[in-house]
């Protein structure tokens, strides 16, 4: 995956802030909630979005659509940030970019069945995801350990290392009830064909073939592809607006 060269230039033209003046800018914006400082943060941060986005979605060729929804998160991050908390905003911050991130590849591939689960939410907000056609519980493969990891899953991959922390953990708690209401709301609204493809499509580790479904309703597999890019796309829009988002446009 590789970066839109325009934003890639931009990112270059941006000087890195050190550690310090950071935890400054930080303790001043959550005084004066200065404009200017937040955006000061946002773009010291941008290449933070970068790292997490090439991780959490290693197979995949939308680079920039990952990279846009972990700028929103990081957005997030930024006006929910308390000093006072004890904890760097890089460390805060990379929760939200990581939430944002992963409810995007829910909406975008077959894994949403993982948020209608506890245990499958806390490992689709924890861990990277493979691939749509991608086990996982499928061996992978990470650039920081240069190639193979041997006895380690995709599942593995990413762990949280502040996820013990309060805040965190809070703040994880609160996302996810929200996406899994947002979720479990989105099924009453189709009717009986779009809910047969979402439980069949989307809502399966295995989902069922394009064919087998099309016969069911007298109507060709690639119908019920058309049909299921739709849902993809109503849930995406559904998501955004129960959790209080306007619908962003695909970079």
Known sequence: MNL???????????????????????????????????????????????????????????????????????????????????VKLTSYAVWWIRAYIMRH???????????????????FFDRSLPGPDRSLEARG??????????????????????????????????????VHRAVEGFRPLLDRRGREIFDARLMREQPARLEAIGKRFAISGERVRQLEARLRLGLRTHLAGALGEPERAAA
């Not at 290449?47 to 846009?68: S, T, Y």
């Not at 940030?81 to 004890?86: M, V």
């Not at 290392?161 to 996302?175: F, L, M, S, T």
């Open 105 to 123: 590849l829910m909406s975008t591939s077959r894994m949403v069945s993982f948020a209608s689960t506890r245990e499958g939410r806390r490992r």
């Open 141 to 178: 493969r990470h650039e920081d350990d240069g190639g193979a990891l041997p006895g380690r899953t995709l599942l593995d991959v990413l762990a949280d290392e502040d996820g013990n922390r309060p805040d965190v953990c809070y703040e994880e708690r609160e996302y996810e009830a929200q």
């Open 4 to 86: 839109d060269d325009s934003y890639a230039r931009m990112l270059d033209s941006i000087p890195t802030m050190p550690a310090d003046a950071q935890a400054e800018v930080a303790a001043r914006y959550a005084r004066t909630r200065d404009p200017r400082d937040a955006d000061r943060l946002v773009l010291g941060n941008l290449r933070l979005v970068v790292k997490i986005a090439r991780e959490l979605g290693p197979h995949r060729d939308d680079l920039m659509d990952l990279v846009q929804e972990g700028n929103a998160g990081l957005t997030q991050a930024v006006k929910r940030f308390d000093p006072k908390r004890g």
